[in-house]
């Protein structure tokens, strides 16, 4: 199937990281707007759009560098990574990559970028030399990776692979899949607790959310979702998960792993991330629209206009 979403009614693409709340509060959201062909720069504090980056190839997959002033793009109609400046507003570099290259993740201690190969069984690994991103290996992984997530201390990869319906547990100093936890069908989105020691996968047909002892490395439960949910962001205690053809974020209590409540978003939402105040930016592809939620009280704070075919599938907010 493309890669390219090209209307609201097709079937889920796929889901890259959710990460956690970030530790101080988000200035700006960092949009890959796929149809519109470009990466968004939104003041938060404004509501608006203030820059916005031309790049084509279909701009998906998204990853912050840890001094978040780069932005690693996936371009998976360009068949590459696309490296951005994200202060100056401008693309630095290009890397030619193969298959299908959307999920990404950024080393949290630097100089190393992950990249995942939706059509095939594999993740690329990027690392920096004289300042420059280049490929350097990869490593085999399930079926269709999508998601991927990263320890604290970089030690430790995990992988939803969609294809599969399992997450790939990785050594990343030996570029070795070290184990392989079954989970709920076609896992997109992934999401790492570390302190409490679990993960969740947003599993897109079973409509569900596998919560994962990472210490066991086994799935412990399944906590349901609205239909078709795609990423997931932790925030308050609890858990936030997209629902792609339901149009709302499903919130879920992190200590009983039960259901709380819907609530309505946008058309299509998709990516979601929290920053530390509370506040959940959710991506809505299918109507053009950021929608901010708060995450104690569960309600939709204010909606802001973007670029055509939102996606911020990864590590969006800085």
């Known amino acids: 199937m493309s890669l390219t979403r090209r209307g609201a009614a097709l079937a889920a693409g796929l889901a890259l990281v959710a990460t956690l709340a970030r530790a101080e509060p988000a200035r700006e959201a960092i949009v890959t707007a796929q149809l519109g062909g470009a990466v968004e720069i939104v003041d938060l504090a404004a509501g608006k759009v203030v820059r916005s980056i031309a790049l084509d190839g279909a701009p998906a997959g998204i990853a912050l560098s840890p001094d978040r002033k780069r932005a690693y793009v996936t371009r998976p109609e360009g068949h590459g990574l696309a490296v951005l400046d994200l202060d100056a507003g401008r693309v630095d570099a290009e890397v030619p990559l193969p298959g299908g290259p959307l999920g990404v993740a950024a080393d949290p201690k630097g100089g190393t970028v992950y990249v995942a190969d939706w059509y095939g069984h594999r993740l690329f690994v990027l690392t920096e030399r004289d300042g420059t991103l280049v490929p350097d290996g990869e490593i085999a992984v399930g079926a269709s990776p999508s998601g991927i997530a990263i320890a604290p201390d ?120 929290a920053d530390a105040e509370g506040r959940l930016y959710v991506a809505n592809w299918g109507d053009n629209t950021l929608s901010v939620l708060d995450a104690r009280t569960l309600k939709v704070l204010t909606t802001i206009p973007t670029g055509n075919g939102p996606r911020a599938f990864g590590d969006f907010l800085r």
Do not use: C
């Not at 969740?200 to 596998?210: G, I, R």
């Not at 439960?221 to 709302?248: E, H, K, N």
């Not at 946008?266 to 991330?273: L, V």
């Open 154 to 273: 970089g030690a430790t990869l995990y992988v939803a692979n969609r294809e599969a319906d399992t997450v790939s547990v990785v050594d990343a100093k030996a570029r070795k899949e070290t184990k392989t936890i079954p989970v709920g069908q076609h896992p997109f989105g992934i999401t790492l607790d570390a302190a409490a020691g679990r993960a969740y996968t947003a599993n897109v047909t079973s409509d569900d959310v596998s919560v994962i002892d990472l210490a066991a490395g086994r799935e412990i439960t399944r906590i349901p979702t609205g239909r078709r949910p795609y990423v997931i962001a932790l925030s308050q205690g609890r858990g936030f998960v997209t629902d792609q053809y339901a149009g709302s974020v499903t919130a879920f209590d992190l200590a009983t792993l039960k259901p709380i409540t819907d609530i309505d978003v946008g058309d299509h939402p998709e990516g979601i991330a």
